[in-house]
């Protein structure tokens, strides 16, 4: 899955805020953005406050603000829309490299797994001899905890059950980026069950 998030641009003069080609620096950065993200460099267009504080940047104009929110493809995570609104600060051309090379792969370190609860069946399934294995999907929240939890194939049913409570008790660390927080991308895990 393509990660993209659009950021409109101005140029900033010693004058103060002056008025830049919109079309023209959209089409560059968007350019610009794809083909990082589709050789890997990029993760997303990340609207961390802080780290963009780093370059000197400004506040837009409410105007560039709604254009950015409009044309907007996606943001990951999805929370971090709102912050955009807020917190999208823009440069101009002779910044964008420098930007864009800081978003790099490198900086997100995905969630990891830090805790995993003993797999336990109902007493009668094992009498039943049920065995098989569960896949699920799921994402790990800022506070390390599964979310989003989606059942992609299950040898039998009953196994789906204890196979989501085993994972809603499973604790991680949470995914960050340049050190703060985030909600991990989507992640896959195979419960294997055995009848003893």
């Not at 004058?15 to 953005?33: K, L, R, T, V």
């Not at 993200?37 to 780290?51: F, M």
């Not at 994402?139 to 409570?165: F, M, R």
């Amino acid at each position: 899955m393509k990660f993209i998030g659009l950021v409109l641009i101005v140029m900033l003069s010693p004058m103060g805020y002056s008025e830049p080609d919109w079309e023209d620096m959209y089409s560059f950065f968007i350019a610009e953005f794809e083909n990082k993200a589709e050789s890997g460099e990029v993760q997303s267009a990340y609207s961390g406050y802080a780290l963009l504080l780093n370059h000197g940047l400004l506040k837009p104009s409410r105007k560039a603000i709604d254009l950015v929110c409009e044309s907007m493809i996606e943001v990951v995570p999805i929370e971090e829309v709102e912050e955009l609104e807020k917190s999208i600060l823009v440069c101009g051309r002779e910044r964008l490299e420098p930007w864009l090379a800081d978003r790099q792969y490198l900086a997100w370190k995905d969630s990891k797994q830090k805790s995993v609860p003993r797999l336990k069946l109902p007493w009668w399934a094992k009498f039943r001899k049920f065995d098989g294995n569960v896949t699920i999907e799921f994402q790990v929240d800022k506070l390390g905890k599964p979310i989003n939890i989606e059942v992609l194939a299950a040898d039998k049913k009953i196994l789906i059950k204890p196979s989501i409570e085993a994972l809603e008790k499973t604790r991680y660390e949470p995914a960050t980026f340049y050190g703060e927080k985030m909600i991990s991308k989507k992640r896959k895990f195979k419960f294997s069950w055995v009848a003893e």
